[in-house]
């Protein structure tokens, strides 16, 4: 690797870690907003580990080289393979009929749990193609969101408009307005 192209790799790992954090992160307050319950129970949570105290620190793009036969279809070369995560994570077929609604508890005996086995929930793909960065995002999120529920209560703004916009990652279209008031 010349200079040019470790420069460009750090900016990829810049660019990543920013937009895939911040964006769960934001579709985290934007949820807790709609379900202030479970914002409570995550600030209780928080309070129980932390107390008062600042927390602390305790791809899968694929590109077919040639035309391939897959079962009865062919991919042509040059065709971009992907993983439709988004699609996935709300399948009724995985899920159950509540597959898009806000459930948190769903996870609360862990991943294979919810999951039944399968390897279908894949916020940071999996494999050998799995994000390097999913450990550094989530401590990100837990320290960010920790620190929020610390010192604040949140409400959606009533400017907000739901309207979830993006391919590979899923962002507001308009933002987040969030009313925040000290606790």
């Not at 202030?36 to 590109?63: C, H, I, M």
Request: contains cysteine; charged residues 20%; aromatic residues 8%.
């Amino acid at each position: 690797m010349n200079t040019q192209d470790v420069m460009n790799e750090c900016k990829l790992f810049y660019l990543a870690g920013q937009e895939t954090t911040s964006s769960l992160l934001n579709w985290t307050i934007v949820l807790l907003s709609r379900f202030p319950s479970w914002q409570q129970k995550a600030r209780e949570e928080v309070n129980l580990v932390f107390g008062s105290n600042t927390p602390d620190y305790d791809g899968l793009n694929r590109l077919v080289r040639k035309d391939t036969k897959l079962g009865n279809m062919t991919l042509p070369a040059t065709s971009q393979i992907l993983i439709p995560i988004i699609m996935i994570h709300q399948d009724p077929e995985l899920w159950g009929e509540d597959a898009k609604e806000f459930k948190p508890e769903r996870f609360s005996e862990g991943i294979l749990k919810a999951t039944r086995g399968q390897t279908i929930y894949l916020p940071f793909g999996g494999g050998p193609k799995q994000c390097i960065g999913q450990n550094l995002a989530l401590l990100e999120v837990k320290m960010a969101l920790s620190l929020i529920l610390q010192n604040f209560s949140f409400q959606l703004s009533p400017s907000y408009a739901h309207a979830p916009a993006g391919l590979l990652i899923l962002e507001p279209q308009y933002g987040t307005p969030i009313i925040l008031h000290r606790l």
